[in-house]
């Protein structure tokens, strides 16, 4: 007869096996990427997507599908991603950004610091294949802006919108 130890261990085998399969059938429900087991925290710390007001609002604001990209850009570039800005509560976006109440970083978007071109043309060259539908560099300012913004985030109505563009 099987002993209680070895009972509670196949079990709590079973609930992992049973929690991962639901987090990849939700994945693949939200039409996200297959294979791309990855999520944000993977590579980033709660208070890095944080909004630099205060508020405390980050990562459980944004939008899942962007958050999932942002993993897989990371992953593909291979090199630490410094965000100067990633979740803005509307408060604060319109207080910092022309974009108002309903900008990409109330949804999902993230300004990646680059050191130098390099850098910059590696994540423009991997955003959309992760995921991304709006890409900005600025080479100036040295950062380059990813999100993942669909048609009707945000009551968008005047679409499509670049795409791709500079600052
Ligand atoms: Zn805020």
């Known amino acids: ?10 079990t709590n085998d079973l609930e992992r096996v049973h929690a991962k399969l639901v987090r990849e ?18 590579y980033f710390q709660p208070t ?13 604001s944004m939008d899942e599908r962007f958050l ?7 992953k593909e570039c291979d090199f630490p991603f410094v965000l100067n800005s990633a979740y ?8 910092v950004s022309g974009t108002g109440r309903n900008g990409p970083h109330t949804i999902g978007a993230v300004d990646i610091r680059v050191p130098d071109t390099q850098h910059a043309l ?3 060259a991997n955003a959309q294949a992760a995921g991304m539908t709006g890409i ?3 080479p100036r300012k040295r950062f380059v802006h990813v999100d993942a913004l669909r048609d ?12 791709y563009w500079t600052y």
Not at 88 to 95: D, I, V, W
Request: proline fraction near 4%; charged fraction near 25%; hydrophobic fraction near 30%.
């Open 136 to 138: 900005g560099y600025a």
């Open 68 to 74: 999932h990209a942002l993993a897989v850009l990371r």
């Open 1 to 10: 007869m099987t002993d209680f130890a070895t009972l509670v261990g196949v």
């Open 122 to 124: 590696k994540i423009i």
């Open 25 to 42: 059938t939700e994945r693949l429900q939200a039409g996200l990427g297959y294979g791309h087991d990855l999520t944000w925290s993977d």
């Open 152 to 163: 009707g985030d945000g009551g968008r109505k005047k679409w499509p919108r670049p795409g």
């Open 88 to 95: 803005r509560c509307p408060k604060h976006n319109a207080k």
């Open 48 to 60: 890095e997507l944080e909004c630099r007001c205060g508020c405390g609002k980050g990562a459980e």
